[in-house]
């Protein structure tokens, strides 16, 4: 090879390294909000979306952090225009999807939509395949701030370019997008997705069930490693004050999603909740769990006979741990923090993230208490006496 030929071999090499990623700084913490899937399935609508910001304005789930608000499938026309452009259901969205994202951003929050890497979304509506720097281009006219890209209906497609396709022209629009991949964890997304998304989803769907909440808890199990800040394993949204789980079953799903620094997307009727069940989506203390700065994913620290200790770092050397009783009957336990080999034989103030105080004097006193049938004991522990 000659110096000439040398020269711009090594300039191209250049340009390939140089290739824009996902725009960063975006989800330094797991991204907040609410999605429309889990309790409206296909029936999204402006007015459902514009209710819910107003509600989540007046029960203060937008200032306890839940702001980007997702149409998740089926809010588009059945075809595309003659110039194969995406359309929003005109009679679900008569405003069209900029003035509803005017209306969303004027409150503080932002704007997410959804589509599908196939040909169809699951829902059957038109997919992004072949579309995407124009649909791209879409989105970023319309206000779009979070974007969901799911993986039905896609043929023999390679699952890491395909993404990587959608996440170029998401940058090619100009417009600053998180990118959350959908693809189930069939890919292994945790591998590849870090540079190009800024949350993927490690399993198939969530249920408002305790037993697919304790599944999707046990995937989680070996992936903490991959996550940090601006890049997140996604659990899937939650389920917390959807029928089909308990008040206790909510309170553990939401403080477990925490643990595991997940994406926290509320996917209940947030203008018909409970008080306690809006108490739960806006504990702060478990939310700044969730979103500590250090950003590392939770631990199993040990499992037996269906109590389970998950630990989570913190930063300023601080930790979270969570006692589940995933049995089916009220259950004593001691949680001796001296014999804990992560907290390596250092002092902390212990306080429950559920009751909002100090427990005992200082980690040198264990606590004892029981936890009821699938609920929790969640605590934070700080550095000193
Ligand atoms: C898939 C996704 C869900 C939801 C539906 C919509 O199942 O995993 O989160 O987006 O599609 O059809």
């Known amino acids: 090879m000659n110096r000439l030929s040398r020269l711009l071999a090594l300039a191209a090499l250049g340009a390939c390294v140089a290739r824009a990623d996902k725009f960063e700084g975006l989800a330094l913490a797991p991204p907040m909000g609410w999605n429309t899937w889990n309790t409206f399935g296909v029936n999204c609508s402006e007015a459902l979306v514009r209710e819910t910001a107003d509600a989540m304005v007046a029960n203060g789930m937008r200032d306890a952090g839940y702001v980007y608000l997702v149409i998740d499938d089926a809010w588009s026309a059945r075809e595309r225009d003659s110039d194969g452009n995406l359309v929003a259901d005109p009679a679900k969205f008569p405003g069209g999807m900029k003035a509803l994202a005017d209306y969303l951003h004027e409150r503080g929050f932002r704007f997410g939509i959804y589509n599908c890497a196939g040909s169809k979304t699951c829902a059957g509506y038109p997919g992004g395949r072949g579309h995407e720097f124009q649909d791209a281009r879409t989105y970023a006219s319309w206000g779009v701030d979070y974007f969901k890209y799911d993986w039905c209906n896609r043929g023999t497609a390679n699952g890491p370019e395909t993404y990587r396709i959608m996440s170029d022209a998401l940058r090619a629009a100009g417009r600053p997008v998180v990118f959350s991949i959908c693809e189930w964890g069939e890919n292994k997304p945790w591998l590849w997705a870090a540079p190009v998304a800024h949350l993927w989803r490690t399993t198939g769907d969530i249920e408002p069930r305790f037993g697919r909440v304790m599944q999707i808890l046990d995937l989680q199990a070996g992936l903490g490693g991959y ?26 799903h939401f403080s477990l999603w925490c643990m595991l620094a997940a994406p926290l997307i509320a996917g209940n009727d947030v203008r018909r909740m409970t008080p306690e069940i809006r108490d739960i989506l806006t504990n702060r203390d478990a939310i700044a769990i969730d979103r500590d700065p250090l950003g590392r994913q939770g631990f199993r620290y040990r499992a037996d006979k269906g109590i389970e200790i998950w630990a989570k770092e913190l930063s300023n050397r601080e ?36 009751a909002h105080k100090g427990v005992g004097a200082n980690s040198s006193e264990a606590w004892a208490g029981a936890v009821d049938s699938h609920d929790v004991a969640l605590f934070r522990l700080k550095s000193g006496y």
Request: with cysteine; aromatic share 12%; net charge negative.
């Open 227 to 252: 996550a940090g800040p601006g890049h997140w394993n996604d659990p899937d949204m939650l389920e917390v004050g959807n029928k089909g789980l308990t008040l206790a079953e909510s309170r553990a």
């Open 319 to 354: 930790w979270a741990v969570c006692a589940l009783n995933g049995g089916d009957s009220r259950t004593s336990l001691t949680l001796d923090w001296g014999g804990m080999t992560f907290l390596k034989g250092a002092y902390y103030k212990v306080t429950d993230a559920w």
